[in-house]
């Protein structure tokens, strides 16, 4: 079955860098783009980015263009997210998930927590 | 950038009612519409896409409708494991979700 299993959160400081990975199976993983999606403590989701298929395009959301990359590895079946400049907005439950084309992401991972606090 | 927003943002309900969530674009998205469910501490389910087409594994009371503007999504009689909170998204031009509809116990 189609599992996405993200890592690499933790706490760090304002203006610090973090990276996060998550790791796809059970599908195709080179013919599906790949997003973030973060959820604030207590708050909405929010849509970060997305890869496509095959890496040639990336799109990002406002509040973090700039500062985040998405970038992807279809050896390893793994899709990152590079945060660089983390300010305490950031700090949220990021998940990643599953799209194709312009459809909605339709598996999610777990989430992993980013914790942005000096 | 296209904006999605949701009403109402909390609705109380008891287990048999019917129960509608509207969700408006900030400009016409044909019917780019998803709805997902999040239950606490769980990553979001995805109901519905196209505005109107279950996904598969989805109970066959939730329904979605709309075009354009307005959407809704319809519960047609809340089981207990339906209380939740409900998000729409547009995907017509990027991904944007509308702001949450926490659906509780009357």
């Known amino acids: 079955q189609v599992q996405l299993v993200e890592s690499g959160g933790g706490v760090v400081q304002p203006g610090r860098s973090l990276r996060l990975s998550c790791v796809a199976s059970g599908f195709s993983f080179s013919i599906y783009g790949m997003h973030w999606v973060r959820q604030a403590p207590g708050k909405g989701l929010e849509w970060v980015a997305v890869?496509?298929?095959?890496?040639?395009?990336?799109n990002y959301s406002d509040p973090v263009k700039g500062r985040f990359t998405i970038s992807r590895d279809n050896s390893k079946n793994t899709v990152y997210l590079q945060m660089n400049s983390l300010r305490a907005e950031d700090m949220a439950v990021y998940y990643c998930a599953r799209g194709y084309g312009d459809y909605p992401p339709d598996h999610w991972g777990q989430g992993t927590l980013v914790t942005v606090s000096s | 950038d296209i904006q999605m927003t949701q009403s109402p943002s909390t609705l109380s309900a008891s287990v048999g009612d019917r129960v509608t969530i509207t969700c408006r674009a900030s400009?016409?998205?044909?019917?780019?519409v998803a709805w997902y469910q999040q239950k606490p501490g769980r990553a979001p389910r995805l109901l519905i896409s196209k505005a109107s087409s279950l996904e598969s594994g989805v109970p066959s009371r939730f329904s979605g409708s709309g075009s354009g503007t307005e959407f809704t999504l319809t519960i047609s009689s809340l089981q207990p494991d339906d209380f939740a909170t409900y998000y729409c998204q547009q995907h017509y031009r990027l991904w944007t979700f509308g702001q949450g509809t926490k659906v509780d116990i009357k």
């Open positions: 400009q016409s998205i044909s019917r780019w």
């Open positions: 890869i496509w298929y095959d890496g040639g395009n990336k």
